[in-house]
């Protein structure tokens, strides 16, 4: 199983595991576990492995934005997530907005709760957080220390990496 179906199969139902006083622990140990799992050092990677590895860590990363984001709006403060729909602005009423949600318990009550009230609306989208300083830093294959360029495939036909040289190459 590649590292992408690895992530996404361990994602699959599962809410993320955080808590907002513990958030940076859970991330942190989030990624060890991830980093935990690899065979190999980054560097002995090939760029495809590097590839799929930063492929895996960035569904790993959208996974936890949205953990925090759901723990975030949850806490404190009741919410329901809706759709704004239309949108009026003028006469003596202000600004007009209608929203929309799927119709279960929570946002019954949530909504229903605060009917006529002042209540804060919170424009608050998991995609907002998923930016990036610079993209991943994915090394372009090299040749093993002795100057042989890599060749096609992870392994040799003894199973070993290809490009990494054997003990007898030392003798």
Not at 101 to 123: F, Y
């Given at each position: 199983m590649n590292a992408h179906a690895e992530i996404h199969h361990d994602m699959e139902g599962?809410?993320?595991d955080l808590q907002l006083d513990t958030l940076r622990g859970d991330i942190r140990d989030a990624m060890l576990s991830r980093i935990r799992h690899?065979?190999?050092?980054?560097?002995?990677?090939?760029?495809?492995?590097?590839?799929?590895?930063?492929?895996?860590?960035?569904?790993?990363?959208?996974?936890?934005?949205?953990?925090v984001v759901r723990q975030l709006t949850a806490h404190e403060f009741p919410h329901a997530v809706v759709?704004?729909?239309?949108?009026?602005?003028?006469?003596?009423?202000?600004?007009?907005a209608k929203i929309t949600c799927p119709n279960i318990e929570v946002n019954r009550n949530t909504l229903g709760d605060?009917?006529?009230?002042?209540?804060?609306?919170?424009?608050?989208?998991?995609?907002k957080f998923m930016g990036e300083r610079d993209p991943a830093d994915i090394q372009p294959d090299q040749g093993d220390m002795f100057g042989t360029p890599p060749e096609d495939g992870p392994d040799d036909e003894d199973g070993e990496r290809r490009g990494l040289p054997k003990p007898e190459d030392f003798d």
């Amino acid at each position: 199983m590649n590292a992408h179906a690895e992530i996404h199969h361990d994602m699959e139902g599962k809410e993320a595991d955080l808590q907002l006083d513990t958030l940076r622990g859970d991330i942190r140990d989030a990624m060890l576990s991830r980093i935990r799992h690899m065979k190999t050092t980054w560097a002995l990677c090939t760029e495809a492995e590097q590839s799929e590895i930063v492929n895996g860590l960035e569904l790993a990363a959208g996974h936890l934005v949205r953990g925090v984001v759901r723990q975030l709006t949850a806490h404190e403060f009741p919410h329901a997530v809706v759709t704004l729909g239309e949108f009026k602005i003028g006469g003596t009423k202000g600004i007009e907005a209608k929203i929309t949600c799927p119709n279960i318990e929570v946002n019954r009550n949530t909504l229903g709760d605060h009917v006529g009230e002042m209540v804060q609306i919170v424009m608050i989208d998991s995609d907002k957080f998923m930016g990036e300083r610079d993209p991943a830093d994915i090394q372009p294959d090299q040749g093993d220390m002795f100057g042989t360029p890599p060749e096609d495939g992870p392994d040799d036909e003894d199973g070993e990496r290809r490009g990494l040289p054997k003990p007898e190459d030392f003798d």
